[in-house]
């Protein structure tokens, strides 16, 4: 048995205009429009807010979202939108920002401080609805359940059917910085893989992640062979609406079957060195796929995805570092390994993978 969840979507060049339509349609009368400093001045989200203003709709903004936001964020990011009686919130931006208005609609829901709610949500929960309209293509957050926070200096990882976007805008005309799109979209190629290569939807008991399905595997398979074209899309601008879309449907894959030790050690990773997420995750990609290549159960989707793409050449042609070029020596190896393992949610969709073979992908690694 497997469950599959997805926002509705709506994809093309120019469709951040549609965003105001939609509220409208909604019945949505006033909103809270969630961005990053830097975010919310470009020309795109201006065009995001005229369209929302242009359908009479009431709108607040708050535009205090910096890059891997923590509690602080979260908090500050409630304590301007309770003061605001809205009936929706939209996020514009990248990853963090639609984790963080995310979040900021579950404090809203459950009134209290991100520290205060997190560890008690209730299994049934409606939260205002969110639109969600990404400036970065690669995090999938726009179709997930799921928040990334730090929280007392540490990332997590908060699961919650409640945090599914209502609505995706996907709109590949928005350009990020180049070093962005490339930790994003090596992100999307770790999301698609690592989807396709989880524990089978028949051998674990759903939760929200419910394990590989034909399904998942078939948008991971699809949106690995659009991703491979993200060298093209880094260096000159080109396939935007193959990164975009291979992005998001390398989300609804892993919003679903899960992902499992790249993403895992990523957070190992990040407390070494403070590097963008994608770049953590894509570090240990290579090595994490010769490793899945011996195991009995997964060798054939393994191939498959070597088939597809060489996640090593890929990370190189984006200009992302390796794991030793990050700083990590293999002095860092047992933490590493220790860090990873704690991640148990993520680990438990590859149950094969002990702290030994840990120890071996990360020493594997470092010699790339």
């Known amino acids: 048995m497997f469950r599959f969840r997805v926002s509705r979507l709506v994809a093309g060049k120019g469709v951040r205009v549609k965003v105001g339509r939609e509220l409208s349609r909604a019945g949505v009368k006033r909103a809270l429009l969630i961005t990053g400093v830097n975010t919310g001045k470009t020309a795109f989200c201006r ?12 709108l607040s903004i708050w535009d205090g979202v910096r890059n891997e936001p923590d509690e602080a964020t979260v908090n500050a990011g409630y304590s301007f939108a309770r003061e605001k009686d809205v009936d929706a919130i939209v996020a514009f931006g990248g990853g963090s920002v639609m984790d963080t208005a995310k979040l900021v609609n579950l404090c809203l829901a459950l009134k209290g401080r991100l520290e205060q709610v997190v560890n008690s949500i209730p299994p049934a929960l409606t939260l205002k609805p969110m639109f969600a309209v990404p400036t970065t293509f690669g ?37 990020a910085p180049k070093s962005v799109a490339a930790s994003a979209g090596m992100d999307a190629v770790m999301h698609a893989f690592e989807a396709y290569t989880c524990i089978s939807s028949d051998k674990i008991e759903g939760g929200i992640y419910s394990g590989s399905s034909e399904v998942t595997d078939t948008l991971a398979l699809k949106a690995l062979k659009m991703l491979r074209h993200l060298p093209e ?14 992005s998001n449907m390398a989300g609804m894959a892993f919003g679903n079957a899960g992902v499992h030790f790249g993403h895992a050690a990523s957070y190992a990773i990040s407390a070494k060195c403070d590097a963008p997420h994608g770049v953590c995750v894509a570090s240990v990609g290579q090595a994490l796929l010769e490793w899945l290549k011996n195991l009995d159960e997964v060798r054939d989707k393994a191939e498959d995805v070597e088939s597809i793409v060489n996640i090593n050449e890929l990370r190189r042609e984006v200009g992302l570092p390796s794991l030793s070029e990050l700083g990590i020596g293999r002095e860092d190896v047992e ?6 393992m704690e991640v148990k949610r993520l680990i438990a969709m590859r149950p094969e993978i002990g702290r030994k073979d840990a120890g071996e992908i990360f020493t ?3 010699e790339y």
Do not use: Q
Request: aromatic share 6%; net charge negative; proline share 1%.
């Open 47 to 58: 065009d995001v807010v005229e369209c929302m203003e242009n359908e009479g709709i009431e």
């Open 139 to 175: 995090t999938g957050s726009e179709t997930t359940c799921a928040a990334v926070v730090k929280i007392n200096g540490v990332k997590r990882g908060i699961l919650h059917e409640s945090l599914l976007p209502d609505f995706a805008f996907v709109d590949w005309e928005i350009k």
């Open 233 to 246: 899309y880094v260096n000159n601008g080109s396939k935007a609406r193959e990164i975009a879309l291979g």
């Open 335 to 340: 933490f590493l390994v220790e860090k990873t």
């Open 364 to 366: 594997s690694a470092l």
